[in-house]
């Protein structure tokens, strides 16, 4: 294996630390990615309401990924069903069901 004279490592080790890491987060498509995501408005809006209503942000989230999975007529009855519950039980529900479908 040649030695490259200049930094004293091998070629092969050369051509790996040359390699740009796609895990690294200072890279151009992180930074990128980053600041489209920080100065978009319906970012901003989403940070904004889950400070000031954490509880209707969760309530949106969990009832939006469950729309996705139950049918018409189940998210109907389960709808129902879930607002007829006191707030402390549509709590537990909501944090129930934000463990068993993901965040």
């Given at each position: ?51 000031s ?15 996705t999975?139950?049918s ?30 993901g965040?």
């Amino acid at each position: 294996m040649k030695k490259n004279s200049l930094f004293g490592f091998t070629s092969n080790g050369a051509r790996q630390a040359a390699r740009p890491r796609s895990n690294a987060p200072f890279n151009t498509s992180y930074l990128l990615q980053s600041l489209n995501k920080k100065t978009s408005y319906n970012y901003q809006r989403a940070v904004q309401a889950n400070k000031s209503q954490p509880f209707q942000e969760q309530e949106r989230r969990v009832l939006k990924k469950l729309r996705t999975k139950l049918s018409i007529s189940d998210y109907k009855n389960f709808y129902q069903a879930f607002y007829t519950q006191t707030a402390f039980k549509r709590f537990a529900v909501l944090k129930d069901l934000e463990k068993r479908l993901g965040r």
